[in-house]
């Protein structure tokens, strides 16, 4: 269960965020999400077929990519908390772009 400070702690721009049940929503979906892809990652790691490479780098970035927008755009008041958060924000971004120019430069060099 969250702690009552909980909604307040969650940094966010505009509208106050929803009651606290619907945050613990929220956090668990984002949580399951990441997790999912996680797993997926660590498949497509074991198994190392082209397609699935493919598949779960383009997924990681359709994850990653907005969120990292998302967070740079919006930084967090604690400077040491946001340079933390775009660091690792970054790090999602930048790994499965590693990922799919290894795949490329696998494809060339087999034709």
């Keep these: 269960c969250p702690p009552p400070s909980f909604p307040r702690r ?3 721009r505009g509208a106050p965020p929803p009651p606290a049940p619907n945050n613990e929503h929220l ?3 984002v949580g399951g999400l990441a997790d999912a892809l ?3 990652a660590l498949i497509a790691a074991i198994v190392m077929t082209t ?3 493919v598949a ?3 997924a990681w970035l359709v ?9 740079v755009s919006h930084p967090l008041e604690e400077v040491p908390m ?3 958060n775009v660091a690792v924000l970054t790090v999602e971004v930048v790994l499965p772009l590693v990922g799919l120019a290894g795949v490329s430069v696998t494809r060339r060099r087999r034709t």
């Design 10 to 12: 969650l940094p966010h």
């Design 51 to 53: 397609p699935l490479l």
């Design 56 to 58: 779960t780098a383009a």
């Design 38 to 40: 996680g797993v997926l």
């Design 27 to 29: 956090v668990r979906d």
């Design 63 to 71: 994850y990653a990519l907005p969120h990292f927008v998302y967070h």
């Design 82 to 84: 946001q340079v933390t």
